[in-house]
């Protein structure tokens, strides 16, 4: 199941970008391997909003595009497909029959920023960072090169495949 939630009063989401979100979370979750019951919340947000949450959350100061929060640890460098299956988790990880992966905040004034900035649409942006945001709760990173280049290749791939191209 995903949620979403548009905590962002003043910015109309057309429904074709919710249904863009929707279906690039579904699509990464299922080329990661996950075919079992999923939970995944997304909260649309503008970047003050998502500023508070990175100050409260991280020590970080400024707005962020995207910020992914896991409800599965992950060893350095190994993804879920690597560590897990549905039967590894505890009653605490689920939420009726779904487990729960985590949770995704985005800021649709940073998506209208970057889209403009690198020159394609406000949807391929969205997808970019959703994508990018699901493999966070995925155990994917980018704190070191290797992992980074891994994580990298991984989003274009799922976006090729998704038929979002850059533009």
């Given at each position: 199941m995903i949620y979403i939630e548009n905590n962002y009063e003043n910015f109309e989401i057309q429904e074709e970008i919710l249904h863009t979100i929707e279906r690039a979370i579904e699509f990464a979750l299922k080329e990661e391997e996950i075919d079992f019951d999923y939970e995944v919340s997304v909260t649309l947000v503008n970047n003050e909003?998502?500023?508070?949450?990175?100050?409260?959350?991280r020590g970080i100061d400024k707005a962020t595009d995207v910020l992914s929060f896991p409800c599965i640890e992950y060893e350095e460098g190994k993804v879920f497909k690597e560590l897990y299956?549905?039967?590894?988790?505890?009653?605490?990880?689920?939420?009726?029959?779904?487990?729960?992966?985590?949770?995704?905040?985005?800021?649709?004034?940073k998506c209208k920023e970057q889209s403009e900035e690198y020159g394609h649409s406000f949807k391929r942006e969205s997808a970019y960072l959703v994508i990018h945001s699901v493999l966070h709760l995925l155990g994917y990173d980018h704190m070191n090169e290797?992992?980074?280049?891994?994580?990298?290749?991984?989003?274009?791939?799922l976006l090729e495949e998704l038929n979002i191209p850059r533009e």
């Open positions: 909003e998502i500023r508070n949450i990175n100050k409260d959350n299956d549905i039967n590894s988790f505890d009653d605490s990880y689920f939420d009726g029959d779904a487990l729960v992966l985590g949770d995704i905040v985005l800021s649709l004034d290797d992992d980074k280049r891994k994580m990298r290749k991984r989003e274009e791939e």
